[in-house]
């Protein structure tokens, strides 16, 4: 099968149905697209992923997460892209089938980091059992994960999480909030420090404390101790062990290029893209986790939405470059005899350089926090670049939308740590 007819309305082909990919078939159509096919290989419904840590912790049910339908005019296909025909531009599945295209948009996402962990895998294996993780180790990424998780946590009484940034904290809470005793092994000198400075992060372990969940920072897991390829604990680097029936791994994740690289695209952290979201052939598109913008891979759901947005415009004919993305991250830890934890952070948390000035407002007490970094500019004035909010996020709001607007502050940024928002703060994690 060869693309369709160049004087028909273009057929756009979209790779990956998790939440870019399901967002950009639903506004391609709402902006009069009447062509579009999605192919996707997850055998879950899309759903959002910002909800998975409380499905897996028991707050919500599954099809609590699910998104919405698509429209019926999308037609959907449960398949697995293996090749790109560029020259002919069309897509080969691994059900055989040979889908044409007019437009092709990558929306292939991201695979999970897993550490070199002596005793992850067996190197006697041979073939994809070689690659097989042991009974009780799991990566957190998707649903799929959460479901191993959940079956596998019955009779669990101890378990292990390696990586303290967003996922990973999700993780430790969500276990906790189970019953199982947590420890939390993160190699960084703080939680979360790519949103969190060290102030912040340890008001965030404090608070994981008291829900049960150990933090070790500055810890180095080195291997994996099984018996008969089951998981009995984790060795860290000092010697020390710990026992574990479940490890959670969520040391981060990896764009899924594959695909593209040998379509011949260009990659490089990602699939490279410019403002048009277009890849080195101008027929190929891609968003989301798998996306290289500008140098950047987000890896973040805020992003991959607006990359959507902004494509489903430019594919029905408007003029939408994309720019790049702010983000604005949300986090809540709620355990069952604790008040929950409100944390938010954007930007930059840390001073760069001697024009910046931070401000900031702390209440022990109260477990409150505030702060926000402000960069003199070429005319004296003063410009919001970021900051860090925990416990108490009634200005993130107004915070959001100052740094976003990027204009010069008309007063001294105290006000805005100590004015109550009229306009809530959106996730982007």
């Known amino acids: 099968m060869t693309a369709t007819d160049s004087t028909a309305e273009p057929r756009i082909v979209v790779i990956g149905g998790g939440m870019a990919g399901h967002r950009l078939a639903q506004q391609l159509t709402a902006h009069g697209a009447r062509r579009v096919t999605l192919l996707a290989e997850e055998e879950h419904t899309p759903y959002n992923r910002v909800l998975l840590a409380e499905v897996l912790a028991g707050r919500y049910a599954r099809d609590i997460a699910a998104l919405a339908a698509l ?44 550490p070199p962990l002596r005793g992850l895998f067996d190197d006697a294996l041979t073939g994809r059992e070689r690659h097989e993780l042991p009974a009780g180790v799991f990566a957190f990424r998707t649903m799929a994960d959460c479901e191993l998780i959940d079956r596998h946590l019955p009779g669990v009484r101890q378990a292990v999480v390696v990586g303290g940034g967003l996922l990973g904290v999700s993780a430790a809470r969500a276990l906790a909030a189970r019953g199982v005793q947590v420890v939390l092994a993160h190699q960084g000198e703080h939680l979360m420090e790519r949103h969190l400075d060290e102030e912040a992060a340890g008001l965030l372990r404090a608070h994981l404390a008291e829900l049960g969940v150990e933090v070790h920072t500055e810890c180095r897991v080195r291997s994996a101790l099984t018996e008969d390829r089951r998981i009995t604990g984790v060795e860290l680097a000092d010697g020390f062990r710990l026992d574990a029936e479940l490890l959670v791994i969520a040391t981060g994740v990896r764009p899924r290029t594959g695909l593209a690289a040998a379509a011949g695209l260009e990659v490089r952290r990602g699939i490279v893209v410019d403002d048009r979201l277009r890849t080195s052939d101008p027929a190929v598109h891609a968003v989301g986790d798998c996306a290289e913008h500008r140098g950047t891979v987000y890896g973040l759901a805020g992003p991959a939405l607006a990359q959507a947005d902004h494509l489903a415009r430019l594919l029905c004919g408007q003029d939408a470059p994309y720019r790049g993305s702010r983000l604005l991250t949300r986090l809540t830890l709620a355990g069952p005899d604790s008040a929950p934890l409100d944390l938010a952070a954007f930007g930059e948390t840390s001073p760069a350089g001697p024009g910046d000035r931070v401000v900031r407002l702390a209440d022990a007490s109260r477990g409150t926090y505030r702060k926000v970094i402000v960069r003199r500019d070429e005319l004296g004035g003063e410009r919001l670049i970021g900051g860090v909010l925990l416990g108490d996020l009634g200005t993130v709001g107004d915070l959001a939308g100052t740094w976003e607007g990027d204009e010069a502050l008309s007063a001294h940024p105290l006000h805005l740590l100590t004015t109550q928002s009229t306009t809530p703060g959106g996730p982007s994690r």
Request: contains cysteine.
């Open 71 to 114: 429209p019926a005019q999308v037609e959907c296909r449960r398949a697995r892209a293996v090749r790109i025909d560029r020259e002919h531009r069309v897509v080969q599945c691994d059900d055989g089938a040979a889908v044409g295209y007019d437009r092709l948009v990558l929306a292939t996402g991201s695979n999970p980091v897993l």
